[in-house]
Nanobody, 116 residues
Framework: QVQLVESGGGLVQPGGSLRLSCAASGSIFGINALGWYRQAPEKERDLVAI???????NYAESVKDRFTISRDNAKNTVYLQMNGLKVEDTAVYYC??????????WGQGIQVTVSS
């Protein structure tokens, strides 16, 4: 089994920055992709950023040039650096992993609130 645990969320003022971390544990092999999704109240869960292990990343248009996804292989951790945060970035952020043998895995979610 693979477990994904997010950290780094919280309250930040508009224009501020946060870095989310997602640590993976368990039988970690055969990774296809790692990423982040978010869900605002009464809205669907949407892709924020995804990194394909074979190469390439995708970002939601609303976060391009502000958010950056990265990975530390040695720590089995994926990060989401969020700069220039806006009120509309407020949501629960979920870590996502897709593994060849076990399919999709999700973290428990972490709250990010952008407010003055």
């Amino acid at each position: 089994q693979v477990q994904l645990v997010e950290s780094g969320g919280g309250l930040v003022q508009p224009g501020g920055s946060l870095r989310l971390s997602c640590a993976a544990s368990g039988s970690i092999f055969g990774i296809n992709a790692l990423g982040w999704y978010r869900q605002a109240p009464e809205k669907e869960r949407d892709l924020v950023a995804i990194m394909y292990i074979g190469g390439g990343t995708n970002y939601a248009e609303s976060v391009k040039d502000r958010f950056t996804i990265s990975r530390d292989n040695a720590k089995n951790t994926v990060y989401l650096q969020m700069n220039g945060l806006k009120v509309e970035d407020t949501a629960v952020y979920y870590c996502y992993g897709h593994y060849r043998q076990i399919g999709e895995r999700w973290g428990q979610g972490i709250q990010v609130t952008v407010s003055s």
